[in-house]
């Protein structure tokens, strides 16, 4: 268990230099100098050439990428063009508020999905079943920084329960969370009951029954671990689409996460702040699949994690 | 036939309903179960034997349903009880193993953890002394190592030895009918015969009722006391396993033996049954048989004979042994030269 987790540690270093390359290209394969946009539209050529030459970017492409993956693996992500402060500066306080949305959206969208899925599956083709997977289909199909405008319609300012925007007080976590959380939160419902439909058809399920195991205790123990292993693998992929929908969820309710720093940046040609936001955020869905795929072996002993 | 009875099924009735047309899978089964001894259920796929084992512990699933008749484990009627009682039978007095070893198991908990569960819920063991039992029970099985074993997942199992984990989970708590549902089907020959003679074993040292279901007549010869054939979701004959296979009163039952290879004579090859089995909603209106029958009738093909007792216990479905026969007074159903061959 122990050296599977460490190569798998291992195996991230090509990911991330993969990464790095990508990132650190994007800075310049887009258009215009951005020495030219540090020092403004009308500076004087020496100027110009000066800043070039601090930021070494006279020096051959391979040695430029050289110099920036030094300097990120020693936790140096550049200076912002903007405000002409060191990149991890501005990234750090955002990059928590960001998690912070993305793992309250996450809790919500596996709770809510869980249960609803559960009983939809139990109750194949009742009510409840066609209710809940309508509601799911709506909540896949909306997008949702839609679902976050008509929340905040309603319950900011025609009910005024909640502030429309900002960020760190309970109520005004909930509307964003419920935003983001949404459309998980119907994907784990569906993937929840199919994968519980088939399981509780199996043979073991029969064999629970024969022995007297109540149909409840059949539901949660027998069935729920064997169903799981799917949903745990939505839920991993599921964590990617929460991130890029974190942006536009920040944007609506006006949060200063990290989305909204990358979308800021770009607007500005910020290129340093872009590629860190970008680095960080590919880290982040990196480790996360990881964990799911560490969680596989807790859930379904047979899967050798050495293979 | 005087011994008491554990089990006594009456015309149990088991449909399945889909698309609203209604597939009789067990269509009037009745047979006994004497305490002690081993019944075989013997007949082809779909011709409602497991069906009819299922319903005894009211493990039928939706569509199906049980619509009618009675089962009465030791005078009470099952089918009166509610839910909860009834899971107080199952794995309790009555004990179920499966086809298909592979896939009976639940994959995520270990071997321990599902033996113990049936002592948890009927005798209220804890964690302790469940696992004792369990190991135990391995032990009785003939499984080795079992200290070793109740650790151990499913996956980390054969075929074999996982059959013997469901025997041993079956027997958990002294059950006083095992229903095994083709228990060795799945199984290499070499195994099949390993756990028959286990369940015969721990059949005469607990002193339980077996139920054993299976389309292989060499596993009712070698098994069981009595044998129920079932053919199209009825019991076409009931018989003492010598008398069954000494004589054989019913067409079908004949045809079952003369497709069976013998050893005892020189054989060149065996003999059919000719055409196949009736699709569940073209049941003919007579004796489901007839349109396979050598001997039928037109009255054979019009009207459906009943159970008939036909001497010591032993009952038949055919019209050959009633009065209204009306073909060949002198035929001869079961003729063992024929089996041998013609040179």
């Known amino acids: 268990m122990t050296v599977y987790i460490i190569r798998r540690i291992l195996q991230l270093i090509p990911v991330l230099l993969g990464v790095t390359v990508l990132v650190f290209l994007l800075m310049h394969l887009t258009p215009g100098n951005p020495a030219q946009l540090m020092a403004g539209e009308n500076a004087p050529p020496e100027m110009v050439a000066q800043i070039e030459n601090r930021l070494g970017l006279n020096d051959p492409l391979p040695v430029q990428y050289f110099d920036y993956v030094v300097g990120v693996v020693q936790g140096d992500l550049g200076t912002s063009m903007r405000y002409n402060t060191p990149v991890i500066d501005e990234v750090a306080p955002r990059f928590w508020v960001t998690i912070e949305l993305a793992l309250y959206a996450t809790v919500l969208s596996i709770f809510l999905g869980l249960i609803a899925g559960i009983i939809s599956a139990v109750r194949q083709y009742s009510v409840a079943d066609v209710s809940i997977m309508i509601v799911a289909l709506f909540g896949l199909s909306m997008p949702n920084f839609w679902l976050g405008l008509m929340l905040m319609q309603w319950f900011s300012i025609n009910l005024g329960w909640f502030p429309p925007t900002g960020w760190g007080s309970p109520e005004q976590i909930l509307l964003p969370v419920i935003t983001l959380g949404t459309a998980g939160a119907a994907i784990i419902a569906r993937m929840t009951r199919s994968s519980m439909l088939e399981v509780i058809s199996q043979d073991y399920i029969r064999t629970a029954r024969a022995k007297g195991v109540k149909e409840r205790i059949i539901i949660y123990k027998h069935a729920l671990k064997n169903a799981l292993i799917p949903v745990v693998t939505v839920v991993g992929l599921q964590f990617g689409a929460l991130l890029a929908g974190a942006v536009l969820t920040e944007e609506v309710f006006a949060i200063n996460g990290m989305g909204r720093l990358l979308v800021d940046s770009i607007m500005n040609r910020d290129f340093p702040v872009v590629q860190a936001c970008i680095l960080i955020i590919s880290v982040v869905f990196v480790v996360v699949n990881l964990l799911v795929d560490i969680s596989y072996k807790f859930l379904n002993k047979r899967i050798d994690l050495n293979d | ?343």
């Open chain 2, 1 to 343: 036939m005087s011994d008491e009875k554990i089990l006594e099924v009456k015309d149990l009735r088991t449909s399945f309903f889909i698309e609203g047309n209604e597939i009789k899978a067990v269509d009037g089964v009745t047979f006994d179960v004497p305490k002690g001894k081993t019944l075989g259920i013997v007949g082809e796929s779909g011709s409602g034997k497991s069906i009819s084992a299922l319903s005894i512990l009211q493990l039928i699933d939706s569509p199906g349903e049980i619509v009618g008749g009675e089962i009465n484990f030791k005078g009470q009627n099952l089918l009166d009880y509610s839910e909860a009682q009834m899971r107080k039978v199952r794995g309790n007095q009555i004990s179920m193993i499966f086809q298909e070893p592979m896939t009976s198991l639940n994959p995520v908990y270990t071997i321990g953890q599902q033996i113990r569960e049936a002592l948890k819920i009927h005798r209220g063991l804890d964690k302790k002394d469940g696992t004792e039992k369990s190991i135990e029970l391995l032990e009785l099985v003939g499984i080795p190592s079992p200290r070793k074993r109740v650790t151990q997942y499913p996956f980390e199992l054969s075929g074999g030895m996982r059959q013997r984990v469901m025997i041993a989970m079956a027997l958990a708590c002294n059950p006083e009918l095992l229903i095994a549902d083709e228990p060795t089907t799945a199984l290499d020959v070499t195994i099949q015969a390993q756990i028959l003679e286990l369940i015969k074993e721990l059949q005469d040292e607990m002193g339980m009722s077996v139920v054993m279901i299976t389309h292989d007549l060499g596993v009712v010869a070698e098994t069981c006391d009595y044998v129920a054939v079932m053919y199209c979701g009825k019991v076409v004959e009931y018989a003492d396993v010598k008398t069954l296979f000494k004589n054989p009163r019913h067409p079908y039952t004949v045809g079952l033996l003369n497709s069976l290879p013998r050893s005892d004579v020189d054989q060149e090859e065996l003999i059919p049954i000719e055409g196949t089995v009736p699709a569940p909603h073209e049941m003919p209106d007579g004796c489901r048989f007839a349109p396979r029958c050598p001997f039928a009738t037109d009255l054979c093909h019009s009207e459906l004979p009943n159970l008939d007792d036909v001497g010591e216990g032993e009952q038949v479905r055919c019209w050959i042994y009633t009065d209204e026969w009306d073909g060949d007074p002198e035929v001869k159903v079961y003729e063992p030269e024929k089996r041998t061959s013609e040179d």
